[in-house]
T-cell receptor, first 113, second 109 residues
């Protein structure tokens, strides 16, 4: 089944403890992206990647890192999480040639205490 | 810079009533507009795109360049339409999509 998977789905952590949220897609998509969803603010892009080893900042990159060593994986790294990073995170992917439809993962709900 | 505005955070209508979810955009070039939907406990998914000029689940949306709007409409709302709806703009940049803040639609029985 073609899909985008994220792990973990739920995570409660404490301030300053490094964490990684994984994202994987099996559709051979070149483009991948991370968003955070907050009430009243909608979806805001954190980072995106046009292809392997090509990443760039979105609207709200502060406090996050990403890497794209393989085409299928695009992990989101929080080196020192803070409470303002408590949010619902979505990974998405698409073919670069078709910029219309992005396929979204199920979301990761992160709470930073 | 591109911007998408959805003025209504919450919208409630009764079953069978018409519904319109508003979306306005700001972009100087030729935009591509989309509506994404997120049903309860499901992932975000594409509902429709303006270039297709299609009707999906009874919803339509017309791009009005003069008013810079892309409102989503349905003549007779159903309870299963209750969801969060996001309007999104693709300006052709590498960043792909800019989303609005979303409208939570509730269709009452």
């Amino acid at each position: 089944e073609a899909q985008v998977t994220q792990n973990p789905r739920y995570l409660i952590t404490v301030t300053g403890k490094k964490l990684t949220v994984t994202c994987s897609q099996n559709m051979n998509h070149e483009y991948m992206s991370w968003y955070r969803q907050d009430p009243g603010l909608g979806l805001r892009q954190i980072y995106y990647s046009m292809n392997v080893e090509v990443t760039d900042k979105g609207d709200v990159p502060e406090g996050y890192k990403v890497s794209r060593k393989e085409k299928r994986n695009f992990p989101l790294i929080l080196e020192s999480p803070s409470p303002n990073q408590t949010s619902l995170y979505f990974c998405a992917s698409s073919f670069s040639r078709d910029r219309h439809e992005q396929f979204f993962g199920p979301g990761t709900r992160l709470t930073v205490l | 810079a591109q911007r998408v505005t959805q003025p209504e955070k919450l919208l409630s209508v009764f079953k069978g009533a018409p519904v319109e979810l508003k979306c306005n955009y700001s972009y100087s070039g030729s935009p591509e507009l989309f509506w994404y939907v997120q049903y309860s406990r499901q992932r975000l998914q594409l509902l429709l795109r303006h270039i297709s000029r299609e009707s999906i689940k009874g919803f339509t949306a017309d791009l009005n360049k003069g008013e810079t709007s892309f409102h989503l409409k349905k003549p007779f709302a159903q309870e299963e339409d209750s969801a969060m709806y996001y309007c999104a703009l693709n300006s052709g940049s590498a960043r792909q999509l800019t989303f609005g803040s979303g409208t939570q639609l509730t269709v009452l029985p």
